[in-house]
């Protein structure tokens, strides 16, 4: 931070969400420069040559992903602030983003205000997860919920990403065009995903997402 100025990276690949976002926060006095780029790929490049105070991170974007991309960032540089601004607003997105390295949590759904006090608390080295976020673990509708839980944890970033969309009902054709992967690979990580799980379809992934409260039923 310099003279009370925060600066931000925006990592977002829709260049609406980007220009809304720099309207925003430029209107907060405590803001300083604001850049952006449109992919996780180019964080740790941008980051290194720029070195913002806070990096605000979308989760769904082509490529490698939001969740993967903190995971890198952290590993570059683990005391680089991360919020995420994500429209996903479940519990299990907030813990494993939180686990990859992120400091913060907010939904896009958020007033604007929001965003901009958790910008600032963040760079003041608090950590901010947006009150309405904050998971709830009241769901006993399956025996197994826990083990369930410990497995989807000790997924991979990557594996959580197919597991998301099989889970949501896409085929593995869909999966494999939204994240810009090869069908083979997407597969590949399905067999994996069902394997680490001991389930054998798409309805029993998809169950799995709704016990977690990944997905609403």
């Not at 806070?54 to 890198?72: C, H, K, N």
């Amino acid at each position: 931070m310099t003279n009370n100025n925060i600066s931000v990276l925006l990592v977002d690949d829709h260049e609406v969400v980007r220009a809304g976002f720099r309207i925003l926060l430029s209107a907060q006095p405590f803001i300083g420069d604001i850049m952006d780029v449109n992919r996780g790929e180019l964080v740790g490049q941008e980051y290194e040559r720029l070195q913002p105070d806070v990096v605000v991170m979308d989760l769904s974007m082509p490529g490698i992903g939001g969740l993967e991309t903190i995971r890198r960032l952290h590993k570059q540089d683990p005391k680089a602030v991360v919020l995420v601004y994500s429209i996903h607003d479940e519990a299990i997105y907030v813990e494993r983003a939180l686990q990859a390295g992120a400091r913060g949590y907010v939904s896009k759904n958020s007033a604007a205000e929001v965003l901009a006090e958790a910008v600032k608390a963040v760079a003041e080295g608090k950590q901010y997860v947006e009150e309405k976020l904050l998971p709830e673990i009241d769901d006993v509708r399956h025996m197994d919920i826990e083990h369930y839980r410990e497995v989807v944890d000790l997924l991979s970033p990557r594996e959580f990403d197919v597991f998301c969309r099989l889970a949501k009902g896409m085929t593995a054709h869909e999966a494999a065009n939204d994240l810009h992967l090869g069908y083979k690979t997407v597969a590949n990580y399905n067999t994996q995903i069902k394997s680490k799980l001991k389930v054998n379809t798409a309805a029993e992934l998809a169950n799995i997402a709704v016990v977690l409260g990944l997905i609403k039923p």
